[in-house]
Every structure is written in structure tokens, then in C-alpha cells.
């Protein structure tokens, strides 16, 4: 799970398997494959968000999830949606501190 302030309410990000069973048929992501996951395209940000707000709150709708995506916070909001899909599969989750300008989360994602 990752926790993010979205729309002005603080937001937990989570992908129990409902949620990846969900992003599969409905957006074609599969977070099974994670390594064949494009973390950089703006579509598939957008349902990854979408589908990481699910278990909190089912009726979010792909609508919002793009209201809240901003390019000021694209950064944030990837390593975010990374953190808490790392998470859900048993992977240990490093925070990034405002020092710290390499990531645990980072690493472990496949590169572009």
C-alpha cells in the first residue's frame, strides 16, 4: 500500500487481486507481467492510478484518476503507484527521503 494526497483527500493505493483482475479486463494491464509494464505511458499511468484507488473506493472512475494526474506530480504519483504494486506482490518497498535520489522502487522496475 502507498499512501497519496489526491483532489485534496489523502488516498491509499493498494492491488489486492481483485483490482489487478479488473485492470486486466478492462484496460488489457496485466501486473502479473509487471516487467512488460510501461510505467512512462501516460495510458497506462492513468489506469494503474484508476485501478490502485479500487479497493479503497470502488466507484473512483478512470475520469478522476486522470483529474488528479498532473505533470507537476507525475514523478510522485508513478513512484507512488510502483511502491504500492511492489507492495501487494511481497516486495520490500523503500521510501524515497528528500535526500535520497535513487530509489528501491526504481531498481526494481524494468527500465525503458
Same mark, same amino acid.
Given at each position: $500500500? ?22 486486466? $479486463? ?12 510501461d ?5 497506462t $499511468? ?24 498532473? $505533470? ?29 535520489t ?11
Amino acid at each position: $500500500m502507498s499512501d497519496l494526497t489526491l483532489g485534496g483527500e489523502p488516498r491509499r493505493l493498494s492491488y489486492p487481486f481483485k483490482s489487478v483482475k479488473r485492470l486486466k $479486463m478492462e484496460r488489457g494491464v496485466n501486473l502479473l507481467k509487471l516487467k512488460e509494464v510501461d510505467f512512462l505511458d501516460p495510458v497506462t $499511468m492513468s489506469a494503474l492510478l484508476w485501478a490502485g484507488l479500487l479497493a479503497e473506493r470502488p466507484e473512483t472512475t478512470e475520469a478522476e484518476a486522470d483529474g488528479w494526474l498532473d $505533470m507537476t506530480r507525475f514523478g510522485e504519483i508513478t513512484s507512488a503507484v510502483a511502491d504500492a504494486i511492489l507492495a501487494s506482490q511481497g516486495a520490500p518497498v523503500v521510501p524515497l527521503t528528500t535526500t535520497d535520489t535513487s530509489s528501491a522502487t526504481a531498481a526494481a522496475l524494468p527500465s525503458a
